[in-house]
């Protein structure tokens, strides 16, 4: 079982950056390829940006190519979201979740998540 906490989550105005983090407890972490997903209320989770389990890969939903980066440390069991040129419609909750599936873009595929941190960007 994998066990994730999110943290680095703010306020921030817009053009500004953040760096978000996924701490991990387990010692299959490096194993599973990994997410950022993102939710508004009243909405679905969005897919953000995913890494493959060594890190060879990363996706990302095209509004955030370009300015966001996921990075991982397996030897720290830690997942990393910089986000720069934040913009007021990256608002949201950020979660972050492992899977051992290889459709990363999909939320149901995913098996472990976190309980999120908040991200507000002001105009």
């Known amino acids: 079982q994998v066990q994730l906490v999110e943290s680095g989550g703010g306020l921030v105005q817009a053009g500004g950056s953040l760096r978000l983090s996924c701490a991990a407890s387990?010692?299959?972490?490096?194993?599973?390829?990994m997410g950022w997903f993102r939710q508004v209320p009243g909405n679905g989770r969005e897919f953000v940006a995913a890494?493959?389990?060594?890190?060879?890969?990363?996706y990302y939903v095209d509004s955030v190519k370009g300015r966001f980066t996921i990075s991982r440390d397996n030897a720290k069991n830690t997942l990393y979201l910089q986000m720069n040129s934040l913009k007021p419609e990256d608002t949201a909750v950020y979660y972050c979740?492992?899977?051992?599936?290889?459709?990363?873009?999909?939320?149901?595929?995913?098996?472990?998540w976190g309980q999120g941190t908040q991200v507000t960007v002001s105009s």
């Open positions: 387990g010692r299959t972490f490096s194993r599973y390829a």
């Open positions: 979740a492992s899977t051992a599936n290889t459709m990363v873009r999909i939320p149901t595929q995913y098996n472990y």
């Open positions: 890494i493959s389990w060594i890190g060879g890969s990363a």
